[in-house]
Structures are given as C-alpha cells and as structure tokens.
C-alpha cells in the first residue's frame, strides 16, 4: 500500500498577471464638465467604443447623452450637442459591436431607440433616431447587443418581458416572457446561444434565447443576485449580490447545474452595488463597487480554488459606473490588458483608467493577447434566428486596430402598425398604472397628434400646388 505524503508548504501560484496594476490617465486625457445624471438607476450610464464615449446626462426635460470623439479630451463645453430625443430619462446605452457609429438607448419613454453618430461626432443636437422601436407597456431598463449576430437587439422592460428586435425589419421578433419581476442584468455566452438574467424575484436563470426556454434556474435564499456574467467558454457564471447577513459577495455557477453555488465569497460590508467585468482572453475578473474607488482584480481557474485574488486598485473618488474599451481600442504597445472609463459624478469627470501588465520588452507581447473577437459579426439575423450558433469572429491586435467595418447599418423603412410577438399585440390598449406613464403617453400621443397634423398640412399644400398646376393646364390656351 502505498501512501501519498501530504506537503505542507503553501502553493503559490505563478501568474503572468499578479503584477498588474490600474494607471489612471492624467488630466487632460480625462473628460471634465459633464453633466453626468444624477439617475439612481443601477447602470453604468456610459457606452464606449475605439471611436466615441457616450455618457447619459442630466436635463431638464426628456432624456438625454453625450457622444464625444475619444481623441477630444479636456473640458466639455455646456452647449455641447447631445442626442436628445428620448421624452423620458435615458436608462441604458450601447455602441453596435460591429458598427461603431451605431448606438443604442433605451427610456423612460417606454421606446428603444437606435441611433447613428456622424463622422467626427456631433455638430448639432440629434433628436432624429434612424429607428424607433415600441414594444414595451413599461420603461425600458436594459438594452444589450448580441455578441456574434448583426442587428438582433435584446431590450428589457419594467413589464417583465424581454423582447428580441431584428432590426433589419424593425421588429421585436421574439419575447421571453419567464420573469416575475423587474430584469436586473442580461449576460451572453461566448457565442449567444445562451442568456442569463438575474432578477427581483430573486432568481438566476439560464435561458434559451431563441425559444425562450429556462435551461436552469437557482433560487438564491442566501445569496440576492444582483449581477451576472458569462465567464467566457468555461460553462460558469459569475454572480455579484448580497448576502443574508447584507454583506457584498460573489458565487461562482456551473452554468449546467444551478442546484448550488460551486463557491460563494464574502468582498465587504459596504451597501453598493457590484459590478463584475470578465475579461476571456486574460481569465481576469474586476470587481467595482458603485459609490466606492475600489476595483479588485481575480483571476479564475477550472480547477479549484477557481478564484485567485490578485490586487485592489484604490481611488478616493467613488464611480457612478464605468464604461470598457472592447479589446480592439486598447494600447497594445503598452501592455494595455483592459480599460475603464469611470464616472466621477460629483466632479463632472469621466476618468481613463488603464490596467497594465509590467513588461520590460519593447515587443508585441503574444502570451497575454490571444486572438480576440473582432468587428465583423460571424451570423446575419436570419441565420441565428433560424437556428445557428457559431463562434465570433476573432481578430489579432498585432497590426492594431486599422480594419474600418464592412458592415454598413440601413434602417428599415417601418409603417405604424400592431406589434404582434408570441400571438400577444404588445401596444394594444395597456392602461398606465402610474401618473409617470399616464404623462408618458401623453406625451407620446401628443408627439404622435403633432407628427400626423404636419403630415396632414403638408399633403394640403401639396394638393394646392396640384390644384394650381391642373388649372395653369387648363388656362394655357397652348394646350387647346
């Protein structure tokens, strides 16, 4: 018989990211005098892309955000132009993975919008949206983009319903319609065969998008979910809540069997939210706390112990939320592994912050970027609504990000009509529970009266100059 000694030496592990540290930009890369909201809606209110920064704003009346090119760094000037079309507050915002002119928002307003910036950013206010998309009998909380198919949007709403938009028709083609309550957080896997939410109800689920079918759900008693994210190709989820004793913690998943957390973890006992960012090619998971500095970084393994703590960024200024670079934007040359825009509210400020892997060598360094996923969609709407899953499209940084896109956004021609998902007209006669939405809808029918009454002049003065051209014929006596 043979016995296996056991060594008590502690394991330290090697790892090509413990070094990894958070440099924030200095000041004049920063982006001040912002009139960031003062929504305490729990999103992140800022979108960002290898062109342009949005971040939603206060105003007055309406909803509102900033889009900026990124090289215009420095002081924002008041009457800078915004995209305010939105009659309510803007709730969520974000850029087209593939088109990186293209943005969408969600509102108050019940609508999600879709919207395209021109070259260079904005001269003037944009109150146009090139689509307009009613689904919803509730505001619109959440909007995500799906990761590898061009045009399919997925938005939700107060009304507990998750609505697939093919935006190549301008519909809402599907509707997932399993919650009980408000959607707290959407998350895809690598290739969007699969979604998961976390809900009110206090509920993870795992969800088959297409057909709207719940895969696996999880009953948090001990564990409120909060947020959730895919971690890339590894079958996990990742999930930030609280705990019964309301202490911030994170639980990792096996997305195959949500029966029991595989672990959960105390962070702290500090009441903001946490927001969890997972990065696939570095393994790294960042913890942000909203209304605190910290950003913690782990790295996740298969094998136990799974979660390996690497390091704390610290800031005294506390972040609202804060926006990612996609891979594609990052300083490669500097060792530029992820990047964070992070709203200080108090001081009107949008702050880079940039983590980085200490290297010595000038060299494009291979081992910490691996091929990623680029900006060509790898499936058309048809196709991933008909069936097929395939993995994105992934790119090398070595030659930098110089690629301009192929695809080309072109906004379907829409007539009013019902809007008809799942046998259910989803703007039939819903009755306002709320004075906010009896406003609301005011307002859009107002909206809606204006549109029609200049429609109408305008075909008067059209039959006038017909009328006039019909009697200049018969007047004409060249004509006789």
């Not at 971040?55 to 132009?81: D, H, K, M, W």
């Not at 926006?323 to 934007?329: D, I």
Request: charged fraction near 25%.
């Amino acid at each position: 018989m043979t016995v296996t000694k056991m060594s008590w030496r502690p394991q330290y592990r090697s790892s090509k990211f413990r070094n990894v540290y958070g440099k924030v930009a200095n000041r004049e890369h920063c982006f001040d005098g912002i009139p960031i909201t003062k929504n305490v809606h729990d999103n992140h209110f800022c979108a960002v892309n290898a062109r342009f920064l949005a971040i939603v704003t206060e105003s007055a009346g309406g909803g509102s955000f900033l889009v900026i090119p990124l090289e215009q760094t420095g002081r924002i000037e008041p009457n800078y132009p915004k995209v305010c079309g939105h009659q309510g507050n803007v709730l969520d915002i974000k850029w087209n993975p593939f088109i990186d002119n293209i943005i969408a928002s969600c509102s108050e307003d019940t609508s999600v919008r879709i919207w395209e910036i021109p070259e260079g950013g904005l001269k003037r206010n944009m109150t146009e949206a090139i689509l307009e998309l009613y689904g919803h009998s509730r505001r619109v909380g959440l909007v995500e983009w799906h990761p590898t198919t061009n045009n399919i949007l997925f938005s939700a709403g107060y009304d507990y319903k998750v609505l697939i938009w093919n935006l190549d028709i301008g519909e809402p083609v599907k509707m997932i319609d399993c919650h009980t309550d408000v959607i707290l957080c959407m998350s895809f896997n690598t290739d969007g065969s699969l979604l998961s939410t976390t809900c009110k109800d206090k509920k993870l689920r795992v969800i088959e998008p297409r057909s709207g079918r719940v895969l696996q759900e999880a009953s948090c008693k001990n564990h409120r979910v909060n947020r959730v994210v895919f971690l890339g190709n590894m079958k996990r989820l990742l999930t930030t809540g609280v705990s019964r004793w309301n202490t911030r913690q994170i639980a990792l998943w096996d997305q195959e069997d949500l029966a029991m957390p595989l672990i959960e973890e105390e962070i702290d006992g500090l009441s903001g939210l946490l927001f969890p960012f997972y990065d696939a090619d570095t393994h790294m998971l960042y913890l942000a706390g909203k209304g605190d500095g910290n950003i913690r970084y782990y790295e996740i393994g298969s094998e136990k112990p799974y979660l390996s703590y690497l390091m704390e960024f610290r800031s005294p200024a506390p972040q609202k939320g804060l926006g990612v670079m996609p891979k594609h934007g990052l300083d490669v040359s500097a060792c530029e592994v992820f990047r964070f825009y992070k709203l200080v509210t108090l001081k009107g400020l949008i702050e880079p912050i940039s983590m980085i892997v200490p290297r010595r060598s000038e060299s494009y360094q291979e081992d910490i970027y691996p091929m990623t996923p680029g900006t060509e969609p790898a499936l058309t709407p048809d196709e991933w609504l008909g069936g097929i899953n395939r993995d994105p499209v992934l790119m090398s940084l070595k030659e930098g990000y110089k690629k301009s896109p192929k695809v080309v956004f072109k906004a379907p021609i829409k007539e009013k009509k019902s809007v008809v998902v799942n046998g259910i007209d989803l703007l039939e006669n819903v009755p306002p529970r709320t004075e906010n939405e009896l406003l609301r809808m005011f307002f859009r029918q107002q909206d809606e009266i204006r549109r029609l009454k200049e429609e109408l002049s305008q075909k008067d003065i059209r039959i006038r100059q017909l009328q006039l051209e019909l009697k200049n014929l018969r007047n004409n006596p060249k004509n006789n």
